[in-house]
């Protein structure tokens, strides 16, 4: 037999290679199959999904009226630029298309004359994780910026002016600190931010009411299903879209005739002013001052105000817990002197002008002293020497649970953020701030409201409207009822009974009869209050602060009305007055007026 002819021979090596090359063209024609005719179903419907993508549909938010009807936070047309990036692509390399927008931004801010606020950082953000949705560069045009704007922007591919909703304030300033800031943010629930493929800058409370009911406010968002191509530009909607649901409304406690009179005459001082409905605890103002515009707050605005630690616009003093009470103390003292037998309302104690604590002598107010004073006359005449005999004949251990009942160091149960506990005097705080033991000069300072001893101008008005209604500590409330969208009421405020004052009838009807005495007599300390339009019981408050240069005074008045059967209770402080008496009680005299005059309150008809 012949050997093969070489020429026809194959290489054992190249026949190796042709095996292997055999053997892995079968091997893809199998994945090949297996990934387009198996599976091919399955990643078809994989891609349809990486295609998808969820919109937030934004509800509008919840408007706010007071106690009539009246509306006091609305929604109003605004009106932004947007840009569509999709419509503003460049061809080229993606920093093309970046330079050309940031180039049409930068041509609108000059004209608008506001600062471009978007950096090139946030547009290549944009452009990588929500091409699909539209860039809000300038909001919130006024009519100015509006009419610059239409002139400019429909020459500009992918830029537009949108109508949208901003809240409205028809009383500017008027509400500021109850009702509180709304600012763009996305939705609070992560699982509201999952759920949508992009998140949605919302209207969000920051602040006062808007963050206190900010769920109810807020609503719920709906949906939108969108195809989107390769880029992430949207080309399909798929579905019937979700609507939101609307935010609900918020019925106020406030009489926006009542908060009108608190803001007026508050404006040209520091301070704050409550008034409160003895029965319910349904607050019918609450004014804070100074206060500012929310209409008109920018955020460089919002930052100036924040460090001006002079005059604190943005605290809202009727919840700041941080102020000594002077005299109007001096009702609860009374109580619990005449709760613990610690004094006969009917005995006279003899005001010499001062009262001596071992070498410490502590001056009455008036220096040349009272003379003999039964309790009421005490309270009407605010004599220091009378209060901390009677405070000391209580002593501390006695005097500080019933301040305690009055709601002095617990935090107002108000549905409002930010209240403070104030500070309440007791042997505890002494070891526990001063490393000593309480001693009788800190129960003297205490018992004309001094010292140890801290309030909130809220606080006051609880426990005088307490003083008022027969001794029940109620809970402060500014929101009556909450409304869906539909009209339907879903939640109702109701009088709420926190504490009971310790007391008797007997002792709170001499208490009253003192404070009717500081406004009706001649020589009453509370007299400036005295108004033609109702009848007041009141005390005022002088309390001395600070020391050396900076020693001042903060002024009181407190009060309740009709003085026969009350209705409402006020509590007032001005910071930095002369005296209670021509400071604070004036001031309140203006407010009644102001607020009463024209009222149904002025003819006997029962108050709000």
């Known amino acids: ?41 399955d990643h078809i419907q994989t891609i349809k999904r990486q295609s998808i993508r969820r919109i937030r549909l934004s509800p509008v ?27 503003m692509r460049r061809p080229g390399h993606r920093s093309h ?34 091409p699909a949705l539209p860039l809000p560069i300038f909001t919130r045009l006024t009519p100015a910026e509006l009419a610059k704007a239409s002139e400019l922007i429909p020459p500009v591919p992918g830029m537009e002016i949108v109508p949208g909703i901003c809240r ?57 299903i969108v195809r989107v191509n390769m880029l992430g530009f949207a080309h399909e909607v798929l579905g019937r879209p979700l609507p939101p649901q609307d935010g609900k409304d918020l019925i106020l406690s406030l009489d926006i005739t009542c908060q009108q009179a608190a803001a007026q005459v508050m404006h040209a001082h520091r301070g704050a002013l409550v ?58 003292i009374a109580l619990a002197a005449l709760q613990t037998d610690a004094i006969n309302p009917r005995e006279l104690i003899t005001c010499n002008g001062a009262y001596l604590i071992g070498k410490k002598k502590i001056h009455c107010w008036h220096r040349a002293g009272h003379g003999p004073l039964d309790l009421v006359h005490a309270i009407a005449f605010s004599c220091n020497p009378y209060f901390i005999h009677a405070g000391m004949e209580v002593g501390i251990d006695s005097l500080s649970p019933l301040l305690k009942a009055a709601g002095i160091g617990n935090s107002p149960d108000i549905d409002l953020p930010g209240a403070g506990a104030g500070l309440l005097p007791s042997r505890g ?52 009822s909450v409304r869906t969208s539909e009209g339907a009421i879903c939640k109702n405020a109701a009088p709420v009974v926190q504490h009971r004052l310790p007391v008797d009838q007997e002792h709170l ?43 001042h005074k903060h002024t ?30 004036p001031v309140a005299g203006r407010f009644l007026t102001e607020w009463l005059g024209n009222d149904s309150l002025a003819t006997g008809v029962t108050a709000p």
């Not at 938010?61 to 007071?66: H, K, L, S, W």
């Not at 009246?70 to 999709?86: E, K, T």
């Open 168 to 224: 409205h304030y028809p009383f500017p300033g008027v509400c500021t600190h109850v009702l509180g800031l709304t600012g763009r943010t996305k939705p609070p629930d992560r699982l509201e931010q999952t759920r949508s493929s992009f998140p949605v800058l919302e209207l969000r409370g920051r602040t006062g009411l808007e963050r206190q009911y900010d769920t109810e406010l807020s609503g719920n968002g709906g949906m939108k």
């Open 97 to 130: 298309t970046e330079n050309y927008i940031l180039e049409r931004i930068e041509t609108l801010a000059s004209v608008l004359q506001r600062p471009s606020p978007v950096t090139p950082r946030k547009l290549a953000i944009h452009l990588t994780h929500r």
């Open 275 to 332: 008034a409160m409905n003895v029965h319910t605890g349904a607050i019918l103002a609450l004014a804070s001052s100074p206060t500012y515009d929310l209409a008109t707050l920018s955020a460089a605005r919002y930052a100036k105000l924040g460090v001006d630690n002079v005059n604190r616009p943005l605290m809202n003093r009727a919840l700041s817990a941080g102020y000594t009470p002077g005299s109007v103390i001096k009702p609860l």
């Open 1 to 41: 037999m012949s050997d093969p002819d070489p020429k026809h021979s194959i290489n054992p090596r190249l026949q190796l290679v042709g095996l292997a090359f055999v053997a892995a063209l079968s091997l893809l024609i199998a994945l090949l199959w297996r990934v387009q005719v198996r599976h091919g179903a």
């Open 509 to 551: 009807r001499l208490v009253r009869e003192g404070m009717y005495q500081a406004v009706n007599a001649a020589n009453g300390t509370a007299k400036a209050a005295r108004t033609r339009v109702i009848s007041l019981a009141g005390k005022t408050g002088t309390a001395e602060v600070g020391s050396g240069a900076n020693r």
């Open 556 to 585: 009181w008045f407190i009060g309740f009305a009709p003085a026969e059967k009350p209705e409402f209770a006020v509590a007032l402080l001005i910071e930095r007055g002369a005296s209670g008496g021509r400071t604070a009680a």
């Open 429 to 480: 705080f002494a070891v526990e701030k001063w490393r000593r033991n309480w001693i009788a000069i800190d129960t003297a300072y205490a018992s004309i409201g001094q010292g140890a001893i801290a309030v909130s101008p809220l606080q006051v008005a609880i426990y005088t409207a307490a003083i008022a209604n027969g001794g029940n500590v109620l809970r402060p409330y500014l929101v009556q």
């Open 61 to 87: 938010r919840g408007r706010i009226f007071d106690r009539n009807g009246v509306v006091v936070v609305d929604n109003a047309p605004a009106y932004d630029v947007v840009l569509h990036v999709s419509e």
